[in-house]
């Protein structure tokens, strides 16, 4: 079954969502830049070492020349000194502006090489090849890149648009099972900011509709991209469970895992948002008999002024206020202002120790 979705934001392309596309990505890719040119495949070591040949066969097959920059796993690599190095081989492959970056792996992968492609030569094509089912319902789509500093997550990116986006299920089946948890914690995420039809598809075993459910998602995220693009106004319902769950990694030194963390962070939300009347008192249930389905985490170990203090580093944050994205009902959220120093009030509403 294919899916394809039409983004149409300061740039249009196509999100794909096929099994066994990677193989063809070649033919994909001439499709939109047509060959010759010069293509620098980024991918972390272990992406490579299950999926590089593949697509490297796929793009030289229709005429690309292709080099390889290749980084160690992890969150720690998305940093300053792994995209320099980036840079530096998109300059020795003598990557021009008409030339491309393709990212074939993760969220880390494809937020570095979105950023490095949106600053090489002020920004060259990327192509997305999201490998884990959190990039391909969240970070491959809707054109922010970023790298991590010290003070904390994507602080220091742009909003740059892919060229393509090409989302193969079948790469699914070599994803860790905890990898694999952490992205349906976005997917269920989908489902609370405005989609009940998905939450009732998340109700049978995922396997059942891998390509439905992932297009949803990428359909919803579309709808708000286009209408929001740079993130100022309706998109940041996409943060559901991101406040909290941004501090809970921060806290955990990351060894609590993005996708836990925004589970976490959900449902810390919903209960906050029931507290305070926001929120219709049977979505907190819900929500966390769907997140215990799937095996994510809902209890938080950190205290709320430990949440509070963590979420001052957020992106979110204005000035001394910070909007949160907060459900309403089942499948329906809405953005509410808070101010900053309420945050820890708000956690432990939500059920955070004191």
């Not at 090489?113 to 789509?141: E, H, K, N, W």
């Not at 970023?146 to 090409?166: E, I, R, T, W, Y």
């Not at 489902?191 to 459910?213: M, N, R, T, V, W």
């Amino acid at each position: 079954m294919t899916n394809h979705i039409t983004v149409n934001a300061s740039k249009t392309y196509t999100v794909s969502v096929e099994r066994g596309i990677l193989a063809r990505a070649g033919e994909r890719i001439a499709a939109i830049l047509p060959p010759p040119r010069r293509l620098l495949l980024v991918s972390d070591d272990t992406v490579d070492s299950l999926w590089g040949n593949t697509l490297l066969l796929s793009l030289e097959s229709v005429g690309f020349t292709v080099c390889r920059f290749t980084f160690l796993h992890g969150e720690s690599s998305k940093n300053t000194d792994t995209l320099c190095r980036l840079w530096n081989a998109a300059a020795q492959a003598g990557l021009s502006r008409s030339d491309a970056i393709v990212a074939l792996g993760g969220g880390v992968t494809g937020d570095l090489a979105g950023f490095a492609a949106a600053t090489y030569l002020r920004g060259i094509a990327c192509v997305q090849i999201p490998t884990t089912l959190l990039a391909m319902v969240d970070s491959s789509v809707g054109g922010k890149t970023a790298v991590d500093l010290p003070s904390g997550k994507n602080l220091c990116g742009a909003f740059f648009q892919p060229s393509l986006v090409l989302c193969d299920t079948e790469v699914l089946h070599t994803l860790p099972a905890e990898y694999f948890t952490d992205g349906c914690a976005e997917v269920i995420k989908y489902g609370y900011i405005g989609d009940p039809l998905l939450l009732d598809l998340l109700k049978k075993p995922f396997a059942d509709s891998p390509e439905q459910i992932i297009a949803r998602c990428v359909a919803q995220k579309r709808d708000l991209v286009e209408a929001d693009e740079q993130d100022t106004g309706v998109r940041q319902l996409l943060n559901l469970g991101h406040t909290g769950g941004h501090a809970v990694e921060r806290l955990s030194d990351f060894s609590v895992s993005h996708g836990r963390a925004v589970a976490i962070g959900m449902l810390l939300a919903a209960r906050a948002a029931t507290a305070r009347g926001i929120c219709t008192p049977d979505v907190a249930p819900h929500m966390q008999d769907m997140l215990m389905r799937y095996g994510l985490p809902t209890d938080c170990l950190f205290s709320a002024t430990e949440l509070a203090e963590a979420a001052l580093a957020d992106k979110k944050r204005r000035g001394d206020e910070i909007t949160l994205a907060l459900p309403t009902s089942l499948g329906k959220s809405e953005l509410v202002k808070l101010p900053t120093d309420g945050l820890a009030d708000f956690f432990a509403a939500g059920g955070a120790r004191r």
